[in-house]
């Protein structure tokens, strides 16, 4: 499944795609999609969410993610930054990291990660694990991940 197949309206749209052809940026690849008001991200640092405010995205996430399972899809990087207000809901973005069910080699922003990612598991669930969820700690900006290799060494054992 490519990006350009999603049909979902709690996945942002695919427009088009293309690469850079002159200037500083030759060579590089891009997507366009349609354009959001903010991001989850955005909304948090302005202020708190209500209760029912945090309801509803937290719905319009649980459909969008649904979704992407169905397709055999992990997102990879579900965060707040992610998180978009599009067209009076919430929708699912950036999918640079979205990989099928199975994948050896997960990757995602470290301090969302799901503990069962560094052990190289690639399932449906890594997409519902986020220690800084706005769910978890809503109205709270995720914290700093200073030491990777510490988180690293605490979550993957030693031979």
């Known amino acids: ?3 350009a197949s999603f049909d979902n309206p709690y996945v942002i749209p695919y427009r088009a795609a293309g690469t850079e052809h002159s200037g500083p940026m030759k060579g590089w690849s891009y997507i366009v999609n349609g354009l959001a008001g903010g991001s989850l991200r955005d909304w948090i640092n302005e202020q708190p969410m209500a209760d029912e405010a ?6 319009d996430l649980a459909r969008a993610l649904q979704y992407l399972h169905r397709q055999r899809l992990v997102h990879g990087d579900v965060k707040p930054a992610n998180i978009l207000n599009y ?8 999918f640079g990291l979205t990989q099928p069910t199975g994948a050896q080699e997960p990757e995602g922003t470290l301090g ?10 690639v399932i449906s669930a890594n997409d519902v694990y986020s220690p800084e969820s706005p769910a978890h700690r809503p109205g709270r900006r995720a914290a700093c991940v200073r030491e990777p290799g510490r988180v690293w060494q605490r979550v993957v054992p030693g031979p």
């Open 1 to 3: 499944a490519t990006m």
């Open 54 to 59: 945090l309801g509803f995205m937290l719905l």
């Open 87 to 94: 067209g009076g809901r919430w929708v699912l973005g950036d």
């Open 112 to 121: 969302y990660m799901a503990p069962e990612r560094f052990s190289g598991r």
